[in-house]
């Protein structure tokens, strides 16, 4: 086939999902399933390649990762640590809120995955602030943002970090260390906190959301119920999908965007979407682990019971965890222990399986605790980023970005593909961002002659930095709903935060990873 004809298909391709997942038509891994299947039906890719990205690393770490995140949650050591942070005195502000809370959850997200961190501190932020007579609403966004700070730590505090990881592997290049990317990530996890403690305030709505849960609400066993992407009538109207009959509650209302939907003949169901339902004690205990639903909250703590013993053996495997992933990549490690890669994958593999040994998650139902979704989202995304290299969609977009700095800088470059990214990630998946403008940055490094690795740290923290709208990251999208914020909410208080990631990112990249020449 001729290859401007293949660049036509993968930019059409493009173009067609990413429309698909903004109008949010099909769940993201469908969507981009759907792409890799048109790209292997029209030459672009063989099916080799379109199934090289379900044996990634990167990707299987991922899901590994999702399972310890569930044996810390269940072990219930973050519930005992928020209760310790937040006592509830005379004079509590919402900045000595901040103060108290904000560290630690970018702490916490820099080793766990963010949404069970979010699910877990979302009730337990909720009460504290009722009782200390705080509104609710001044920190469900701060929340989320701190778990996505946090995230950009550390190599395993995000799944975008190791989906570029995984690329880089594949390519040939050497991987990120557990803390590399925590030189620029810090750094702006330290300054994003700080705006968020002094202007946060400010800048969020006060009040608590309609419907919010209290002592009234309590007693009419009000429930809000997060719907995820597994809920069986996603995209159905509620005439079609009968609510009460699969779950034997009643839907009083749904939250969506800021705006609460009464008249429920004619909704449809989103995945995002908070219900507020009029249910007894037992709706949490039977459904309060289905993946069905997000997160479930009536205003009170639900908190899974486990021996003492388990909390100090799923922590101490996160540090043996994090130790182990941190010095098993070094050169002396390698002396010790020759003939063994003892690298993240090795000890994610490892402790996964001592937490299913140990009953720290139920071993029998892991399946459950996976976001198959985001999996088949990442190996989709990573063939179709082959697609944009072996049809040459990369390299013509690459001449484009070098094109546009006139002198062949590569600041220009590196902001424009920061920038664009950010963009992307705002609106889709930020893995599907990181895979999309991974083959654009390593054709514009090789057109400038330049080590990629500057532009590869670029993507990971443009992909993360989903600030300014409740769409690119599924802890935006769980506190919108929770917190009845409004999309200019977001945009808001986000925006600000975005231009402080950009301008630090641009600063610190080159310094850390100076843009180098590499050798013809």
Known sequence: MDANIEIWIVFAG????????????????????????????????SPREALAGFANEGMITVGLLFLISEGVRRSDALGHLVKWLLPVRRGMTVR??????????????????????????????????QRA???????????????????????????????????????????????????????????????????????????????????????????????????????????????????????????????????????????????????????????????????????????????????WLALGLLVVMIGGATFGSMPFMARLIPGLELDMFFWVCIVAVLMACFGIFPAKKYTKFISWDILITIASALAISRAMVNSGLADWIAAGLTGLSGVASPWIVLAVLYITTNLITEFITNNAAAAFAFPVALSAAAQLGMDPRPFFVA???????????????QTNMIVQGIGNYRFRDFVRIGLPLNIIAFVVSMVLIPLFWPFEAVPV
Request: net charge neutral.
């Open 133 to 311: 007579g705080l509104a609710v609403r001044k920190f469900l966004i701060p929340l989320s943002y701190a778990a996505i700070l946090g995230g950009m730590c550390t190599l395993i505090g995000t799944s975008t970090n190791l989906v570029v990881h995984g690329m880089m592997l594949d390519e040939g290049f050497r991987g990120f260390s557990m803390f590399e990317l925590g030189k620029v990530g810090g750094c702006i996890a330290v300054v994003g906190l700080l705006y968020l403690i002094f202007f946060g305030d400010k800048r969020l709505p006060g009040g608590a959301p309609e419907e919010d849960s209290s002592e009234e609400e309590a007693a009419r066993h009000v429930v809000e119920a997060v719907l995820g992407p597994r809920f069986p009538g996603i995209n159905r109207s509620f005439g079609e999908f009968d609510f009460k009959s699969h779950y034997g509650v009643d839907v009083c209302a749904i939250r969506r965007n800021g705006k609460e939907i009464k008249e429920l003949r004619t909704a449809v169901f989103r995945a995002g979407d908070t219900l507020v339902l009029d249910a007894d004690g037992s709706f949490i205990e039977t459904w309060g682990e289905s993946r069905v639903f997000l997160m479930l909250s009536n205003g009170s703590e639900h908190r899974p019971e486990s021996p003492r013993w388990k909390k």
């Open 96 to 129: 000595k809120g901040y103060l108290r809370i904000l560290p630690t959850i970018a702490s916490v997200s820099a080793f766990l995955n963010n949404t069970p961190v979010v699910v877990v501190f979302i009730p337990i932020i909720k009460q504290w602030a």
């Open 14 to 45: 493009l173009c067609l999902m990413m429309g698909a997942l903004i109008a949010d038509w099909l769940r993201p891994g469908f969507v981009l399933f759907s792409g890799v299947v048109l790209f292997m039906c029209t030459g672009v890719l």
């Open 459 to 473: 993507i990971c923290i443009a992909a993360s930095c989903s600030f300014s709208s409740p769409i690119g990251y």
